[in-house]
């Protein structure tokens, strides 16, 4: 089993960049692929991005794709989301998810380990 631990969120402006990192507590973390998924209000939890376990093949939600950048450090046990151009749109509570498979999945429920989340806002 595995904890994540989401950090970086908080507010920024229409067009400027946040990073945001998930600590795994785990000596296995080249075992999990990873995402990065979120939540507005009112809205179904959306995948934003994914990375195999040694991370290759990053996958990226169509609203981020050309803006955001998912990578890892397998030495750190670390998974990372850079957020550029940031827009309203973006605003959302992220979160990391963790889970032990063969390809990168896109919906929610194939994940099996969660952070708690951390809120971004974008204002205007």
């Known amino acids: 089993q595995v904890q994540l631990v989401e950090s970086g969120g908080g507010l920024v402006q229409a067009g400027d960049s946040l990073r945001l990192s998930c600590a795994a507590s785990?000596?296995?973390?080249?075992?999990?692929?990873m995402g990065w998924f979120r939540q507005a209000p009112g809205k179904e939890r959306e995948f934003v991005a994914g990375i195999m376990r040694h991370g290759d093949n990053p996958v990226y939600g169509d609203s981020v794709k050309g803006r955001f950048t998912i990578y890892r450090d397998n030495s750190k046990n670390t998974v990372s989301l850079q957020m550029n151009s940031l827009k309203l749109e973006d605003t959302a509570v992220y979160y990391c998810?963790?889970?032990?498979?063969?390809?990168?999945?896109?919906?929610?429920?194939?994940?099996?380990?969660w952070g708690q989340g951390t809120q971004v806002t974008v204002s205007s």
């Open positions: 785990t000596r296995a973390f080249d075992n999990y692929v």
């Open positions: 998810a963790g889970q032990h498979g063969l390809r990168v999945p896109r919906h929610w429920r194939e994940y099996d380990y």
